[in-house]
């Protein structure tokens, strides 16, 4: 096999570099160089070649471009190398078990297989027996005897095997003569074990010596360092060449998936805006996935959206802090607060303990918001939620929500409305439309819609929290807030016309996207 590319890419090459003078690289210059300064023209072992002072990495492909410049040869040697087994490592240091059962025999005259076994331990005796009995010492009537004709052709065989274990331990080279024997110990388990290795080893060619001769040694360099460029020496140094022209294999940037790519514009806007990122995780207490957000339990809001449950007897145990903080939103949920009625419903700590996948990331806003209570400012995060849809092309199982939320005194519907204009365009859409809706947590609440293959699709939901929700946290000022879908924005944003192309890994879609808007 060729060390680099294919066949044909190899020949190509071979052909282009015989019609050009050879230029090489400073790594091929070494390793030819190194070669050309032994006397003979013997073949290189790649280890010794490590004296050029290269590494393997740099000698391997060095030498593969050098003999496709014709200046050197790579032969390839298949070596077998044998290695000690646990077994053949006791044998070694304790002897065969045959001849160990052997010596017992010599010395009795005769042995039963019950005082064998009892002498050598069960599997030992049995291994000793099977190969004494080739040997033409098999038990009889349950007795092994000692039987002096076959004796030395048994002690010769012994002493190669021994001889063996004694050669592959040291590491030596073994002699042809012990082919049969080491086959033998090959299939014996746990013995011997031997390994294939291939190595290549490299001649220095008639034309690479006329080269090295030729050429005298100048190091070029490769690569423009700032250390070159600071201390100078880019002014007297010589650049290496790179031929242009070369037609070689066509490679492929790597890039960016194109939803990654929106979501860093999106993240841009927001951090140019000075908000601050959020995150959290796709498992959510309900807790914090409805009861925060003033949706009852027993309402029908709840199956709004249609929710992934985790098992039910998986559940979350709240802090101390969180249970007292998920009692308040219990009774604004029963009772109200001052000026605005509740549901009066009852409500359970034990409901609110359930988990599920996170339907929409506001929960990460009602987080954020108790947390940094007294800060104003804004938020926003880029992050999937989880929702039980029966998958078309305006609707997936799992996709992204742009959510955000603006806690300041100045907060309005206004400023709502001009945020959320402004962002979509920031990303080239200047055609949406704003429209009541309702949600839950918020009053009042606006869908932003666009019209996509001529129908109006909803892009998110927004509006300004309830006092039901910030009340129970201690916000003072007015939060807008929205949840707006990532995919359906990408859908436009590249031209597409169905959610599920965005994951279908079209690998022509991934290296040829462009922004169609
Ligand atoms: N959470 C809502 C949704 O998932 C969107 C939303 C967020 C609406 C914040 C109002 C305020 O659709």
Not at 41 to 66: D, F, G, H, K
Not at 222 to 240: M, V, Y
Not at 274 to 284: A, L, P, R, V
Not at 391 to 413: C, N, P, R, Y
Request: aromatic share 12%; hydrophobic share 35%.
């Amino acid at each position: 096999m060729d060390l680099i590319g294919s066949n044909f890419f190899h020949k190509f090459l071979k052909q282009n570099i015989m019609f050009q003078t050879v230029e090489i690289s400073n790594n091929e210059a070494k390793l030819l160089y190194f070669l050309n300064s032994r006397e003979n023209s013997q073949p290189v072992s790649m280890e010794e070649c490590i004296e050029s002072n290269l590494t393997e990495e740099e000698i391997r492909s060095a030498s593969s471009w050098l003999k496709m410049k014709g200046l050197v040869d790579l032969s390839e040697v298949k070596e077998v190398k044998y290695e000690l087994g646990d077994e053949g490592k006791k044998y070694l240091e304790n002897g065969f078990p045959e001849e160990n059962l052997l010596l017992l025999v010599k010395d009795k005259g005769e042995l039963s297989i019950d005082s064998v076994m009892k002498l050598m331990g069960d599997s030992n005796a049995r291994i000793a027996i099977a190969q004494a009995s080739k040997f033409g010492f098999a038990p009889v009537n349950g007795k092994i005897s000692m039987n002096p004709d076959k004796w030395a052709i048994f002690k010769e065989e012994i002493e190669r095997r021994k001889q063996i274990l004694k050669l592959i331990e040291a590491e030596m080279p073994l002699d042809k003569l012990f082919e049969t024997t080491l086959q033998n110990l090959l299939k014996r388990g746990d013995v011997i074990y031997s390994r294939k290795k291939t190595r290549w080893n490299l001649t220095i060619t008639d034309r690479g010596r006329e080269y090295a001769r030729s050429t005298p040694i100048k190091l070029t360099i490769g690569e423009l360092t700032p250390q070159i460029l600071i201390d100078g020496s880019w002014k007297t140094a010589e650049f290496r060449k790179y031929d242009l022209n070369l037609q070689g294999k066509q490679f492929h940037r790597v890039g960016r998936h194109p939803l990654k790519y929106l979501i860093n514009e999106i993240r841009d806007i927001f951090l140019e805006l000075g908000f601050t990122e959020m995150s959290g995780n796709y498992i959510e207490s309900t807790g914090w996935n409805m009861d925060s957000l003033f949706i009852p339990q027993d309402h029908p809001a709840r199956d709004m959206q249609d929710t992934f449950y985790l098992s039910s007897k998986s559940k979350v145990n709240f802090s101390k802090e969180e249970e007292k903080l998920f009692r308040k939103f219990g009774s604004v949920q029963k009772n109200g607060i001052r000026g605005y009625r509740g549901y009066g419903v009852d409500w359970s700590l034990n409901e609110s303990e359930k988990l599920v996948l996170r339907t929409h990331t506001t929960p990460n806003t009602i987080r954020y918001l108790s947390k940094y209570k007294d800060i104003e400012g804004g938020f926003f995060s880029v992050e999937k939620v989880f929702r039980h849809e029966s998958v078309d092309w305006k609707h997936l199982a799992e996709f992204h929500q742009i959510e955000g939320a603006v806690h300041s005194k100045d907060t309005s519907l206004a400023t709502l409305k001009w945020f959320l204009k402004y962002f979509y365009a920031r990303l080239g859409f200047k055609d949406i439309r704003l429209a009541p809706s309702y949600y839950p947590y918020t009053e009042p609440s606006m869908d932003v819609i666009v019209k996509i293959n001529g129908k109006d699709v909803e892009l998110g939901g927004s509006g300004i929290f309830r006092p039901e929700v910030l009340k129970p946290i201690g916000i003072k000022y007015p939060v807008m807030a929205w949840g707006m879908g990532l995919e359906r924005l990408a859908l436009i944003y590249y031209g597409l016309n169905d959610l599920r192309q965005l994951y279908e890994s079209d690998i022509d879609w991934l290296r040829n996207f462009k922004i169609k808007i």
